[in-house]
Every structure is written in C-alpha cells, then in structure tokens.
C-alpha cells in the first residue's frame, strides 16, 4: 500500500519506484559533487528527477523528496570540509528547503530568483528582506520578484548588478545550481510568468562559470 503525502494541493502516492528514483536522484548528486572535489571532473550537470529544492528535512512537498541541491552542498561541507559554498537557484518558484536547511550556516550563500505570487506563496519567507539568521545572517539573497512578466533582461540584470558582484565578494570553493527551468518560455508552470528564452538561459550560467574558473576551486 503506497503512502499518501500531499503535493501543493495534490496528493501523490509514494510507491517504492518513486522512492527509489528520489534515492538516485539525490544520490546522483552526491556523486557528481565527489567526482569534482576529487579531481576527477572539473564540472558536472545532473538530469535528474523527481527535483528537490522545496523538500524539507522532515517533509515532502511540491513534487520534491530530496533537496539534492542541499545535500549537495551538506555532502562538500561534512566530506570535503568546503567553508564557501554558493547555491544558485533560478527555478521560477522559491527554495524554500534550500533556503530552511542553511538559513543559519555561513557557509552557504543561497541565491533564488522567484516569483512572491506563486507557489510556495510564502512571502514572510521568500522576500528580499528574509536574508538568514544567526550566523547565516546575510547568506541568503531572495531576488523576489513580484509579479509575471520578467524576462531575459530582469534575469540578466539580477545576475550582472546583483549575483555576480556579491559572488565575486564571497570568493565560493564551489558553485552549485538548482537549474529549474519553469521559468523557461514554454514551461506550463511559468509562463506566462517569466517568459525566459530557453537559448538564454545558458547566458545567466556563463558569467558564473568564469567565477568558478578564475577565482573558485570547483563548479557544478
């Protein structure tokens, strides 16, 4: 009898065949980080799925099992002793379980670009005053957009005058990215929410890239 756990409203049974694509899932993330800090690989993609960043620590939720992103990045911390990690995380909807299982850890900069009027529809949670606590205060950077209609020119300014000068700044050993593409023009999802071009994408990715190869030890 396969468990029922609610997804955003749906409610979606979770079969063993389930579980164990969420276990490659996120195990195959695992893999491509160790493959990098072992010199084995200089960067790495995962097409994985079911995705992860709104999975909790103790819960499932929207469609998510795993943060695999997050464990990622929990996986360099407590294996390879990373102090800097940056997560970059462009799905049109925010991370909240990325964002939850570091909002208090230094060693972490979380960086989502999401819409406030879609789900998780949190915004005591996802906007750009919510910045960490703790310890964490200031890791988080919530580019919280507030309505649809943002496209290649939004996306590209957050990065070029926000993310990339506060990346330089953090100097990560690191960089991982929780790549939704929901805010890609086609996406059921996003559009008409944020009607990226799809061939546009890569270019938020590049100038991230050139921070991995001159200043950061690895990427993702």
């Keep these: ?38 010199g084995e690989s200089r960067s790495g993609i995962g097409v994985i799925r079911p995705p992860g960043h709104h999975a909790e620590c103790d819960e499932t939720y929207g469609f998510c099992f795993f943060s695999n992103t997050a464990l990622a990045a929990k ?47 949190k915004p005591e949670e996802s906007d750009c005053n919510v910045i960490g606590t703790g310890a964490g205060a200031g890791y988080t950077v919530n580019i919280a957009w507030p309505k649809r209609g943002m496209g290649d020119a939004e996306y590209l300014a957050a990065f070029q005058q926000i ?19 929901d805010a890609a023009q086609g996406d059921p999802l996003g559009v008409p929410t944020s009607p990226v071009k799809p061939h546009n994408i890569p270019k938020r990715l590049l100038p991230m890239l050139e921070v991995n190869s001159n200043r950061c030890q690895h990427r993702w």
């Design 163 to 181: 993310i990339m000068p506060i990346a330089y700044q953090y100097d990560p050993q690191l960089v991982l990215v929780a790549a939704g593409f």
């Design 75 to 121: 996986y360099a911390i407590e294996i390879h002793h990373l102090e800097r990690i940056l997560i970059i995380d462009w799905d049109v909807h925010h991370g909240n379980g990325i964002q939850r299982m570091f909002e208090e850890d230094p060693r972490v900069l979380y960086v989502s670009l999401h819409r406030l009027d879609i789900f998780p529809l």
């Design 1 to 38: 009898m396969p468990l029922e756990k609610n997804y955003c409203g749906y409610t979606k049974p979770i079969t063993l065949t389930r579980s164990h694509a969420a276990l490659l899932s996120a195990g195959s993330s695992l893999q491509i980080v160790e493959s990098i800090l072992s």
